[in-house]
């Protein structure tokens, strides 16, 4: 098996940063932390907002929720208040599966 590197995790993501992950506008990132209670990205002095890994494994847990289950927004604060530690379990199974469908994909090209 071939050796594979670690995926390096920062400290803390810029909004541009978070913006481009997601691919929308920053007004929806800060709609989303005024929202729901789970975001809670920290502020340097200048007031930039810094989110942490937690945050942006909530913030796939909000998108996947709204985008691909089709919950309102009530219906995602819900569900996240009664089920979060559930709805991260299943959001790792997902990332998980993402990743072995990519090196799926890639063993199959080097076919």
């Known amino acids: 098996m071939a050796y594979r590197e670690h995926e390096i995790s920062k400290m803390y993501y ?10 929308v506008n920053p007004s929806m990132i800060r709609f989303y932390e005024k929202e729901f209670d789970v975001l809670q990205p920290k502020k340097n002095k200048k ?3 810094l989110f942490t890994p937690e945050d942006i494994e909530n913030l796939k847990i909000i998108f996947h929720l709204i985008r691909d289950k089709g919950y309102t ?3 995602a ?3 996240l208040k009664g089920n979060l530690n559930e709805s991260k379990d299943s959001q790792r199974v997902i990332h998980s599966l993402e990743n072995l ?3 799926l994909l890639e ?5």
């Open 73 to 75: 927004l009530t219906g």
């Open 47 to 49: 007031g930039n907002r």
């Open 107 to 111: 063993v199959r090209d080097q076919l």
């Open 14 to 23: 810029t909004m541009g940063e978070v913006t481009a992950m997601f691919d």
């Open 77 to 79: 604060k819900d569900h």
């Open 101 to 103: 469908k990519k090196f």
